[in-house]
Each structure stands twice: as structure tokens, then as C-alpha cells.
């Protein structure tokens, strides 16, 4: 069964600063990987989609790696601004027999930047 | 429409009531997921389905929770008889059949039962 973890479970930074997120999984075998913004009380909004041939994509400041082999992924935001907080959730799509499209997501990283 | 449409926003129901929760998917997306979140930030797979056929219903509460995708109708989660667990928000997520799979989220639906 595929398990996701994300650390810092919560993350204060003052404003300006470059920051990295991270993300596991004990299940190699993905087929991609999503990072979403939520903020409070609010819906998932997408930032960034990597398939599981790709290492990396970018958006903007936002930078996500992935590194299917040892069960891992980053997000790197550069130059934060007191907009970007919210809670960061990574969610994995695996390959399986009956293929199942469902994401399992972490437990997210809530994000403060100072002002 | 260019977005996941989900309501009510907010549902109270009282216990052992039944709640119905409807998504209306992107325009094109021929695949619907319902997820759950509850304790702030864990997300529980219902079932999803691929067009109005069910495509995979593993994390369903089969004795109280039912799903149904409709051909032009908005798809709907009904919860039986509900319970003070069932307290959550309910988020509806849609992808195309081809292409990255990207999946995109409704507001979602805050149940709450008293």
C-alpha cells in the first residue's frame, strides 16, 4: 500500500527567502506526481504535474523534482512572499494491475511567510 | 465549464439523515473522483468513476455511502442514515482519459453532521 510523507509538517519563513518542501513514498511504481496548494477553507489547486519519466518542472518560482528510485520528491519556491502560504499537499497516482487513477496524498506542509 | 463545480458549499444534517453532495466535472473530463478529508489534512479515495460507469470504488462505505454519475446530470454522493464520523469535506476532482491525467479539484463540500 502506498504511503506518502511529507516534512516540515509546518514551516515559518520570513518573506524573501527560498524554501524546500518535501515529499517520500514507499511505492516506486508511480505513474505521476501532483503538487496542490490548499488554503483554508478553500478547494486543491494545482501547481504542478510530474509524470514519472520527467526530474523535474517548473512554474514560475515554483521548482518540483522528483526522483522515482528512491521515493522521493521536492518543491522549491524561491523568493517567498506572505501570498504563498497556505498548506502544500503532495498525492501520487500508482501503476496498478486494475489501473486505478486515484491520488494518495500526504499530510501536507502548512507554509507561513512572514511579512 | 473550465471548473470543477460542487454544492452545496455547505450541508448540516442532523444524525442519522441522509446528505446529497453533487459535482458537476469539467466539461470533457471523462473521469470523476470523490475524495474525503477529514482531521484537517487527510484525504480518504471514495470512488471514482469513468463516465457513468463505476471505475473503482475500493474506499466506499458501501453500507451507507452510494455514487452515481448520470449522463448529463451532475454527478452525486448520497450518505444514508449519517454519522457524526461522516463530519468532513467532500471533494469531487476530475481528469480526461488522455494526456497527463492531471486531476483538478472542486471548493468541495462541508459536511457536517450534529
Known amino acids: 500500500k502506498q504511503e506518502v510523507t511529507q516534512i516540515p509538517a509546518a514551516l515559518s519563513v520570513p518573506e524573501g527567502e527560498n524554501l524546500v518542501l518535501n515529499c517520500s513514498f514507499t511505492?516506486?511504481?508511480?505513474?505521476?506526481l501532483q503538487w496542490f496548494r490548499q488554503d483554508p477553507g478553500k478547494g486543491l489547486t494545482s501547481l504542478l504535474l510530474?509524470?514519472?519519466?520527467?526530474r523535474e518542472q517548473t512554474s514560475g518560482r515554483l521548482n518540483a523534482s522528483l526522483d522515482k528510485s528512491s521515493g522521493r520528491s521536492t518543491l522549491y519556491i524561491a523568493a517567498s512572499q506572505p501570498g504563498d502560504s497556505a498548506t502544500y499537499l503532495c498525492a501520487v497516482r500508482v501503476i496498478s494491475s486494475g489501473s486505478a487513477r486515484q491520488l494518495t496524498f500526504g499530510s501536507g506542509t502548512q507554509l507561513t511567510v512572514l511579512p | 465549464g473550465e471548473e470543477v463545480a460542487q454544492t452545496p458549499k455547505h450541508l448540516v444534517r442532523g444524525e442519522g439523515q441522509k446528505a446529497k453532495l453533487y459535482c458537476a466535472p469539467i466539461?470533457?473530463?471523462?473521469?470523476v473522483f470523490w475524495y474525503q478529508q477529514v482531521l484537517k489534512n487527510e484525504f480518504k479515495f471514495l470512488i471514482s468513476?469513468?463516465?457513468?460507469?463505476?471505475?473503482?470504488e475500493t474506499g466506499m462505505p458501501k453500507e451507507r455511502f452510494s455514487a452515481k454519475c448520470l449522463p448529463n446530470s451532475p454527478c452525486s454522493l448520497e450518505i444514508q442514515a449519517t454519522k457524526l464520523e461522516d463530519s468532513a469535506v467532500y471533494f469531487c476532482a476530475s481528469s480526461q482519459y488522455r494526456g497527463r491525467h492531471e486531476q483538478y479539484f472542486g471548493p468541495g463540500t462541508r459536511l457536517t453532521v450534529t
Open positions: 466539461k470533457g473530463h471523462s473521469y
Open positions: 510530474i509524470q514519472s519519466s520527467q
Open positions: 511505492d516506486s511504481a508511480i505513474y505521476n
Open positions: 468513476f469513468q463516465n457513468e460507469n463505476v471505475f473503482d
